[in-house]
């Protein structure tokens, strides 16, 4: 049980481009998803929590007009990183909640590399 | 000061050994505190929640002391697959938060 799934693993893309990234959480349902990011040889990084129905909440210095979430249903989140940029090449994690006792469950990153 | 700070390590162990890693944390408000495993460029796993009543499954052993506001990992009888990095993490609020993490710690299991 508890599986996060992500898609896609890895992306490259040109400068300027957005790109998409799904996180579905496949035997449960989840209210609460979360986006993380790591760099290299850094720890994941909180960048903003993802609440089915309602807007998502950035944690601070996460610009929300660039990294735009939408959690449309309790199975699936999405973060669309728009404009990207080679600065925003990166590992980005998605997790849900299962809603016991706060663990969260992560789904397998998708490598961003932005040319 | 850092939220979570571990020692990064690398620890190099040799196979079979007991190793313990501490970490700690500044946020007195904390709740919920975990042990995750990652390995190289992968996500990561959840190894263990953290009790106040320390936990144990396995070769494992987690501790909590909020007094002192510190979080202990112990392996026993290490195996060549434990070598990856721990991570400490911690949340702070009961209800949906996000995670905290630690840098972690590389742990090398020598044959």
């Known amino acids: 049980g508890a599986v996060v799934s992500q898609h896609p693993s890895w992306v490259i893309c040109k400068s300027g481009t957005s790109v998409k990234i799904e996180c579905r959480s496949l035997?449960?349902?989840?209210?609460?998803m979360f986006w993380y990011r790591q760099f290299p040889k850094q720890s994941l990084m909180l960048m903003a929590t993802?609440?089915?129905?309602?807007?998502?909440?950035?944690e601070q210095g996460v610009e929300k007009d660039k990294f735009l979430i939408n959690h449309a249903s309790l199975t699936l989140s999405t973060l669309t990183v728009t404009s990207a940029h080679p600065e925003d090449s990166s590992f980005y994690i998605c997790?849900?909640?299962?809603?016991?006792?706060?663990?969260?469950?992560f789904g397998p990153g998708t490598r961003l590399t932005v040319l | 000061r850092k939220e979570v700070e571990q020692d990064p390590g690398p620890f190099n162990v040799p196979e079979g050994a007991t190793v313990a890693f501490n970490c700690t944390y500044s946020?007195?408000?904390?709740?919920?505190f975990f042990w995750y495993r990652q390995d190289c460029r992968k996500e990561p796993k959840l190894l263990m929640s953290?009790?106040?009543s320390g936990n144990e499954d396995g070769r494992f052993t987690a501790q909590l002391n909020r007094a002192s506001q510190y979080i202990s990992l112990l392996i026993r009888d290490s195996k060549l697959s434990d070598s990856a990095t721990y991570l400490c993490?911690?949340?702070?609020?009961?209800?949906?938060?996000?995670?905290?993490f630690g840098k972690g710690t590389h742990l090398i299991i020598q044959p």
């Open positions: 997790s849900a909640e299962t809603g016991h006792d706060n663990e969260q469950f």
């Open positions: 035997d449960f349902q989840a209210t609460t």
């Open positions: 993802s609440n089915e129905g309602s807007k998502a909440t950035y």
């Open positions: 946020n007195s408000a904390s709740q919920s």
């Open positions: 953290v009790y106040s």
């Open positions: 993490v911690v949340a702070s609020g009961g209800g949906a938060d996000g995670l905290t």
